[in-house]
């Protein structure tokens, strides 16, 4: 049996007006749910702030979203109150009496009077607008919560994103900390050890020896292939903490900081001025040989020794410099020997105190040149911790050898050379010697002459460090790189190129 056309269009009515119905149930309860959810999200978002994790905070702020949009989806879709929904369609429709009400609507019978009714009834609700006759009100700051949920939820993200960043990290150096170093990271090192295996060859030492006796459990365990980079790093802060202490114990027994006062003491004394001058430069292995011209001298008894007042003046000087070399006992007793000698006027005596200087001086020699060695392979192990510290290929650091070499320092004579000045950035060079200042004068002659006057004070045509460019800086840098990688210089002459280029960079360079 056909469907009554009339009865459709009534149901469809129907339909329509329920569903203003319950827009009009959620608009009462929507304020309620937006202001909850905003205030336990805002709980959320402080206690994230104020805890180091803020993935249950994102997990739960999620979950109350949800509940608050099922909650919503329920109230609209819970189940009617028919004979509520009747009577609102009723009032708001605003049917005369002459038509059916709302609940009669749905009694289909076969009447004709009945049947009139409900064309009559549709015709009159056909004619209805629900959404202007049934207007639904929601709350009017409704806006309000509903940004701030937005907002909050945003800034959950955030810290969610910054949360699962930091763990990915974490993650990742958890990773390369328990993962084997990769062999590309290890093979620079183990340059560094072979080349300290050379240095023992050409220069041997207890020391060295001691030192590669201890690191060879590290280069085997290296050498499997299985050694994680934290057990790495940690073995190498190991044999860079005992490098470090063997360099602070040579420096504490070491005559460096009163190489002046020494100089200063024998400077006066006949035959000593090459002495003064080498212990001025803290050249000790200068200073020996010097020490041992003058002794030859005293016991050949060819030395002029001081006499009254300057003898007085130069075995007081002698003692004070006795007591500043304490801590080397043989340097102090060869200038209290040396003062003795002074104040007796007993050459063979002072010529005893210069064999001892002479001895104490050359230990001293030999001290700067060990510690010369373990400052280089300092800076080897410095070099090889960074390299390992980044990724292969990253481009973070140069691949491949070392540019140090310990071995090639110790090789005589190659290169650029391999003596530095250690008072490199120490005042002028003095006059350490008695020199006569000489004048020379003439007469001119006849004839046609010319001359030419310079001074001091006229402007050179060189092109001073003030006008060097950016680009000519770049150019005159990367030669001097290429030249100290090339060139078998010593750590401290790289130092200084490295600042010299830093006194003479343009401004505005990087």
Same mark, same amino acid.
């Given at each position: 049996m056909p469907a009554d056309p009339t009865v459709e269009g009534l149901r469809k009515q129907s339909r329509l007006a329920s569903a203003r119905y319950r827009m009009e149930r959620l608009a009462a309860v929507s304020r309620t749910l937006a202001w909850t959810l905003t205030d336990v999200l805002f709980v959320l978002l402080i206690l994230a702030l104020l805890t180091p994790v803020a993935a249950w905070a994102w997990g %739960?702020?999620?979950a109350?979203?949800?509940?608050?949009?099922?909650?919503?989806?329920?109230?609209?879709?819970?189940?009617?109150?028919?004979?509520?929904?009747?009577?609102?369609?009723?009032?708001?429709?605003?049917?005369?009496?002459?038509?059916?009400?709302?609940?009669?609507?749905?009694?289909?019978?076969?009447?004709?009077?009945?049947?009139?009714?409900?064309?009559?009834?549709?015709?009159?609700?056909?004619?209805?607008?629900?959404?202007?006759?049934?207007?639904?009100?929601?709350?009017?700051?409704?806006?309000?919560?509903?940004?701030?949920?937005?907002?909050?939820?945003?800034?959950?993200?955030?810290?969610?994103?910054?949360?699962?960043?930091?763990?990915?990290?974490?993650?990742?150096?958890?990773?390369?900390?328990?993962?084997?170093?990769?062999?590309?990271?290890?093979?620079?090192?183990?340059?560094?050890?072979? !080349?300290? !295996?050379?240095?023992?060859?050409?220069?041997?030492?207890?020391?060295?020896?001691?030192?590669?006796?201890?690191?060879?459990?590290?280069?085997?365990?290296?050498?499997?292939?299985?050694?994680?980079?934290?057990?790495?790093?940690?073995?190498?802060?190991?044999?860079?903490?005992?490098?470090?202490?063997?360099?602070?114990?040579?420096?504490?027994?070491?005559?460096?900081?009163?190489?002046?006062?020494?100089?200063?003491?024998?400077?006066? %004394?006949?035959?000593?001025?090459?002495?003064?001058?080498?212990?001025?430069?803290?050249?000790f292995a200068a200073a020996q040989a010097e020490a041992?011209?003058?002794?030859?001298?005293?016991?050949?008894?060819?030395?002029?020794?001081?006499?009254?007042?300057?003898?007085?003046?130069?075995? !007081?000087?002698?003692?004070?410099?006795a007591k500043q070399a304490a801590k080397d006992p043989q340097a102090s007793s060869a200038l209290s020997q040396m003062q003795s000698g002074i104040s007796k006027n007993d050459k063979k005596e002072m010529s005893k105190g210069m064999q001892g200087l002479k001895n104490s001086l050359g230990q001293q020699a030999q001290k700067q040149g060990q510690c010369k060695n373990l400052s280089t392979q300092l800076a080897q192990l410095g070099e090889c911790k960074n390299g390992m510290g980044k990724n292969p290929g990253s481009g973070g650091i140069k691949q491949g050898p070392p540019t140090l070499s310990l071995a090639k320092s110790l090789e005589p004579g190659k290169g650029a050379g391999t003596g530095s000045d250690p008072n490199r950035v120490g005042a002028a060079t003095q006059l350490d010697s008695n020199h006569e200042e000489m004048k020379i004068t003439g007469t001119s002659g006849e004839g046609a002459s010319e001359t030419q006057t310079e001074s001091t004070k006229d402007p050179h045509f060189e092109k001073t460090a003030g006008s060097v460019n950016s680009t000519?800086?770049?150019?005159?840098?990367?030669?001097?790189?290429e030249a100290t990688q090339d060139e078998n210089l010593p750590i401290a002459n790289r130092q200084m190129i490295k600042r010299y280029f830093q006194d003479i960079r343009p401004q505005g360079t990087p």
């Open positions: %739960l702020a999620l109350l979203i949800l509940l608050c949009l099922g909650a919503a989806i329920f109230i609209y879709r819970r189940h009617l109150d028919r004979h509520r929904l009747w009577s609102r369609m009723d009032t708001h429709g605003k049917l005369p009496d002459s038509v059916l009400s709302a609940g009669d609507w749905e009694n289909v019978t076969a009447d004709p009077w009945r049947e009139r009714q409900r064309r009559e009834t549709l015709q009159h609700l056909e004619k209805i607008d629900w959404r202007k006759v049934w207007p639904v009100r929601w709350p009017r700051f409704l806006w309000l919560p509903v940004i701030i949920s937005v907002l909050l939820t945003m800034m959950l993200g955030v810290l969610q994103h910054q949360y699962t960043t930091k763990s990915r990290q974490t993650q990742f150096l958890q990773a390369r900390e328990e993962g084997p170093v990769a062999q590309e990271q290890i093979k620079p090192l183990e340059q560094v050890f072979q !080349d300290w !295996d050379e240095a023992q060859k050409i220069a041997p030492s207890e020391e060295m020896k001691e030192l590669l006796k201890e690191i060879k459990p590290l280069r085997d365990q290296m050498a499997t292939g299985k050694m994680t980079e934290k057990e790495l790093f940690l073995k190498l802060n190991e044999v860079q903490a005992r490098v470090q202490a063997a360099k602070d114990k040579m420096e504490a027994g070491s005559l460096e900081p009163m190489a002046k006062s020494l100089a200063e003491a024998v400077k006066d %004394l006949d035959g000593m001025s090459g002495l003064a001058a080498a212990l001025q430069r803290k050249d041992a011209k003058a002794e030859e001298k005293y016991n050949s008894g060819a030395a002029k020794m001081p006499e009254g007042a300057q003898a007085q003046t130069a075995a !007081d000087k002698l003692g004070e410099a000519q800086f770049s150019a005159y840098e990367k030669l001097s790189e």
